[in-house]
């Protein structure tokens, strides 16, 4: 598999993988196709870096024609890797919520499938407590918006996180015109 050994980041040239500087925390989140769902995350002030991968199935090292074939269980999931004294674990799980519906099961517009699952993969119990609090304050946002129940998938701890091959990271950054098909429910956190 080709996966990135610790190449830098395409936009800001931070490594993608740990060890990160000090204080650094990361996050992993699944929200539909992880080309978009990452370049939300590495505009925001306050992360670090960002990197895709495959987080939540059952296959170790899983290719991308493993996880799009739908053989592995996994989810496309981003990891954000941020700083929380810069952008807080609340303000990731909001600019989540925003950026895609989580309310349509195993698909987002017209990426369908297991791995287009919306998902946030908890490192730590606070952040479980967090993602959970903040999932009961979205839903009721959604109910009185006239949408329907969310379909999130929360766990903790945050399962293995599998680096997506080298042509993955940072794609539409190096793909500017690049398939995106993420869209929010439009409802506000």
Known sequence: MASPSNSAHFVNQQPIRP???????????????????ERIFWQLPGVHTTA???????VADATY???CG??????????VAHDP????????????WESHDPTQGMRQGNDVGEQYRSAIFAANDAHLAQARAS????????????CGEITT?????APEFY????????????????YCGLGGAGVRF
């Open 70 to 79: 739908g053989a592995s269980g996994h989810a496309e999931t981003v990891l």
């Open 52 to 58: 895709v991968g495959y987080a939540g199935g059952h």
């Open 19 to 37: 060890p990160f500087p000090e204080g650094v925390e990361t996050a992993f989140f699944a929200l539909g196709c992880f080309w978009g769902a």
């Open 153 to 157: 998938q929360i766990t903790a701890p």
């Open 135 to 146: 999932r009961e304050a979205y839903q009721e946002r959604l109910r009185a918006a006239g």
């Open 65 to 67: 024609a493993q996880v």
């Open 85 to 96: 004294r810069a952008i807080s674990y609340e303000e990731l799980l909001r600019v989540f």
């Open 163 to 178: 680096y997506a091959e080298e042509e993955h990271q940072q794609y539409l950054a190096k793909h500017p015109g690049g």
